[in-house]
Structure formats: C-alpha cells, structure tokens
C-alpha cells in the first residue's frame, strides 16, 4: 500500500462540501475511526457519536478512546449508553438500540467490503433486486469506496489503535460468518476477489431500483385498497420499500414481502417480517410495529 496517503482515500470518498456540520457513527474500530479521521481531513465539522451497549466488561473505556480520538483530531464527541441484554436476535436488538441512539442522518464507516457482505446476505434471504442494490442510504456511506484493509493502514499510518470488537468475529452472527468465511471461499474458488464483483452488482441494482421507485412513488404502500387495484408486480415493489423504509434500511426477506401481500389481499389480518417486526391491517390500512418501537407507521 505504498501508494495510499490520506489524500488518495479522500478521492474515493463521498464527502459533503467542506465546512458542513456532520455527525459520524464511531464504535473506535477501524472502519468508523477512518471516517472520524478522513471527515475531519475534508474540512467538515465533525462530532463522533459512540453508542454503549454495555454488553461486555469495559466497554465504557471505549467511549473514552473514542472521545480521546475525536480530541487528538479537533473534534467534537457525543458519547451515549443503552441498555441492551444478552440473548436471542442480540444483533437486531443491538442495531435497533444503536439507531434509536444516533442522529438520524450520521455518517457511518461502511466500507466496500461492508457492501459485498451485505449483497450476499440479502441474496440468500431472497430480498430480491432492492437488496441486492446494498446498504441503504449511500449517501450516509462515504467509505463505500475504500476497503477495509485500507482503514486499518491508516489508523496504524497515523498512530491510532483502533478498538477490537469480539462480536465482529462471532460465529453466532450470520454476517460475521460471511465475512470470514464465504468471501474468502469465493475468491478461493474463484480465483478473484469478489468484493469489486459485489458492489458493482450492488451499483446495476440500485440504479435499476430508482428508476423502478420513480414508478411507484405516488402509491401510498399502506392504503390496501389502492393496493389491491395494482398488479402484484407493483405491489411487492411497494411492500418492499416501505418495509425497508420503516426497519430503518433492514430489506426484508422475499418471503416476508409475500406475507405482507396476503394481508393486502384479506387472506391474513397480520403477520411478523423478521426481527420482532410485524404488519397489521386495520380499516383498510396497514400499520408496521416492532418490539423496539410499537405501531410507528401506518
């Protein structure tokens, strides 16, 4: 990596214009610590959001690197804790926490890699085309350019020791898997990295995706019997966005589309789309809930 500087990163990033006021998603792992340093590079005003879980002993001293870190770099830092318990579905709960906790528009450290992971899961959950257009949201991503083998340069480049996150290795977690697993499988096999592959996939789909949303963006996704009057085609498109919309980014299963489709048609009054997340039809309409946050929209 001779040829990385802070600089040529930059390049590859979608940052907004200098002087803009941001908040940055920073656990203190590579990846976030890249995007507090490289948004701090570009000129923007920067306050680092750390979220703890509290779920392992002595993660409240990372929140103190992490404010170290935002200090040693001239900016801001905003550190909140949550309460989350061990247990089943512990990474939605935890995610859920964590996006309840930040600002709604923060920057977050995705990488490249980050978006070949996540083509691949939404694949194998059946998400269709929307899922495997990626990470929502591209414009909350800049480091979708860069790789995470890069971010872990930098940090060791300019002396910052980035924080190791146990869960990030947790065979219990499906992407965690993927990432030490699958990816590495398939560039065994097939004799290629195939994160490039991956997110270029990622770029056709959410291109196809837009121009598909331009068509369905007058339909209101709750009104059932507007719904009903539409092909079925159309329909799941529209299930699809306003669920992902609604579980903050989350695309749901194909199966879970289909499920919400049986309520639009009166073949079902409600039904689960994963992670505790429901769908119910009530006078026509149809409302999203979730054990985190009850009926929220609808």
């Excluded at 890249?34 to 993660?59: K, N, P, Y």
């Excluded at 409240?60 to 404010?67: N, P, Q, W, Y």
């Excluded at 020791?161 to 990030?168: A, H, K, L, S, V």
């Amino acid at each position: 990596m001779d040829d990385l500087s802070v600089d040529s990163l930059l390049e590859r990033c979608n940052f907004p214009q200098e002087n803009t006021v941001v908040d940055c998603a920073v656990s203190g792992g590579p990846d976030s610590l890249t995007l507090l340093i490289l948004a701090v590079h570009q000129g923007l005003d920067v306050t680092a959001w750390h979220v703890d879980h509290g779920l392992r002993e002595g993660s409240s001293a990372e929140g103190e690197k992490v404010a170290e870190a935002a200090d040693r770099l001239g900016a801001k830092s905003n550190l909140v804790t949550v309460s989350v318990i061990d247990g089943p579905n512990l990474e939605a709960r935890a995610r859920d926490a964590r996006r309840e906790a930040l600002p709604k528009d923060v920057l977050t450290g995705h990488t490249a890699d980050d978006q070949a992971e996540t083509v691949l899961l939404n694949l194998l959950r059946g998400a269709g085309l929307p899922g495997t257009a990626g990470i929502g949201e591209p414009h909350r991503r800049p480091l979708l350019g860069i790789r995470r083998e890069e971010t872990l340069w930098l940090c060791s480049h300019l002396g910052f020791e980035p924080i190791r996150d146990p869960m990030n290795e947790d065979p219990r977690f499906t992407r965690s898997r993927v990432r030490h697993e699958v990816i590495p499988l398939l560039s065994e096999v097939f004799g290629r990295d195939p994160v490039p592959l991956l997110t270029r996939h990622s770029d056709h789909a959410r291109e196809a995706n837009e121009l598909l949303n331009d068509l369905i963006k007058d339909i209101d996704p709750t009104d059932t019997r507007s719904l009903s009057k539409s092909p079925e085609p159309i329909v799941r498109l529209v299930i699809h966005r306003w669920l992902t919309e609604s579980r903050q980014g989350i695309a749901p299963e194909s199966a879970a589309v289909e499920r919400v489709l049986a309520v639009v048609n009166h073949e079902a009054r409600a039904t689960d789309v994963g992670d505790g997340d429901r769908v119910e039809r009530s006078n026509g309409k149809l409302r999203f809930s979730s054990a985190s946050n009850p009926i929220k929209s609808g």
